[in-house]
Structures are given as structure tokens and as C-alpha cells.
T-cell receptor, first 113, second 115 residues
């Protein structure tokens, strides 16, 4: 079982609609959860982070965390063509006092004008 | 300006050569990470370090080595034992707050090609 799993997509969403990206993780001891956006040929950039169960909103983005189900999601409202990118889910867990940051394989999102 | 600097941006390696990728940060971050990304793939962890003079193997450490002699520097050596080194290499760092590593920030990456 992979530590962090994402649907690789591609996911196509019409402009103005809501894009929903999902991620599951295997280690119940995971502590911190991150969503990164990566444009082709570029390095990842942080979109959202969430540490506690529930929802966290930042502009058009909402991160949702459910530790009981080991599930984290990212909603993008009013999707724009500039949101077309690969979205990477990342999870931190302690490894004998050292924190390991593990990424999923990413979901490729395409916003259709 | 604060940030993470990776060099070089492009690197070509001959078969059997060792090459070293540089990663320097002036953010005073505690943790540093090296990842490898292959086309259409996510990021796979090579090595990570929480403090100076200490580092741990990630998921794909074979054929790679690192050092952490200074807080701001975490160079990665791709050795001749790494049989398929062509990839995009990313360095990241994060600060530790309240006993937890916060979000990681990335350098611009080094694209390594075997010729």
C-alpha cells in the first residue's frame, strides 16, 4: 500500500465549476497535510496546509481533513484556466523523531474554457 | 532575498561519473529534503535531514549520498551506482515550529541527463 495515494487523472472540469481533488494516506500517525500545485517543468508551490480535522478555506481553495477516514481533499471553486496543473498531496509523519514528508503521485487537472 | 537555491539548473553526466547537485537555503530552516521526479510522476524522497550532521534515507536512497555539514547546505551526490539517474531533482526545506515541521518550500530544481 502506498503511503499517499491520489487519482492520477486527468481530471477535466469546465471553467467556473468546482474541482474536487482527493488524497488518502496509510499512516494514522500522520500529522500535517499539504496541497501543492505544479506547473509543467516547474517546482511545486504550496496551495494549502491543514493540521486539524475539518475544513480550512483560503480564497477559492478549501482543504478538508478527515483523520478517522485518513482522507484529505482540496476543492477549487470558480475554476479558472490558470488552475490547470498537477496537484500534489503531501503528508508528514514522524519517523523516530525525524519527520518524513511524502508525496502522492499527483492529479493532473485541466480546466476547460 | 530569502530562498532556496539549487545549482546547476541543467547537468549532464557521462556514464560512470559521480556528480554533485547543490542546494543552499538562507531561510534558517531546520529540515531539508531531496526528491526525484520522473516524467508524469510524483516526487519520490531520496534523503532528508532534520539537523546538522544527521540525515535519513528516504524511499529511493540507493545510488545517492548526502551530507549536512552546515544548516544552510544539503548537497546531493549522484553516484555511478545509480543506474538510471536521468530525472528532475528537487530540494526543499521547512522550519520546525511547535515540534512539527511546517510547509516545505522548493528550489527551482536541477534537470540531470545522462549522456
Amino acid at each position: 500500500q502506498k503511503e499517499v495515494e491520489q487519482n492520477s487523472g486527468p481530471l477535466s472540469v469546465p471553467e467556473g465549476a468546482i474541482a474536487s481533488l482527493n488524497c488518502t494516506y496509510s499512516d494514522r500517525g500522520s500529522q500535517s497535510f499539504f496541497w501543492y500545485r505544479q506547473y509543467s517543468g516547474k517546482s511545486p508551490e504550496l496551495i494549502m496546509f491543514i493540521y486539524s480535522n475539518g475544513d480550512k478555506e483560503d480564497g477559492r481553495f478549501t482543504a478538508q481533513l478527515n483523520k478517522a477516514s485518513q482522507y484529505v481533499s482540496l476543492l477549487i471553486r470558480d475554476s479558472q484556466p490558470s488552475d490547470s496543473a498537477t496537484y500534489l498531496c503531501a503528508v508528514t509523519r514522524s519517523n523516530f523523531g525525524n519527520e518524513k514528508l511524502t508525496f502522492g503521485t499527483g492529479t493532473r487537472l485541466t480546466i476547460i474554457p | 532575498d530569502g530562498g532556496i537555491t539549487q545549482s546547476p539548473k541543467y547537468l549532464f553526466r557521462k556514464e560512470g561519473q559521480n556528480v554533485t547537485l547543490s542546494c543552499e537555503q538562507n531561510l534558517n530552516h531546520d529540515a531539508m529534503y531531496w526528491y526525484r521526479q520522473d516524467p508524469g510522476q510524483g516526487l519520490r524522497l531520496i534523503y532528508y535531514s532534520q539537523i546538522v550532521n544527521d540525515f535519513q534515507k528516504g524511499d529511493i536512497a540507493e545510488g545517492y549520498s548526502v551530507s549536512r555539514e552546515k544548516k544552510e547546505s544539503f548537497p546531493l551526490t549522484v553516484t555511478s551506482a545509480q543506474k538510471n539517474p536521468t530525472a528532475f531533482y528537487l530540494c526543499a526545506s521547512s522550519i520546525r515550529t511547535g515540534g512539527v515541521n511546517t510547509e516545505a518550500f522548493f528550489g527551482q530544481g536541477t534537470r540531470l541527463t545522462v549522456v
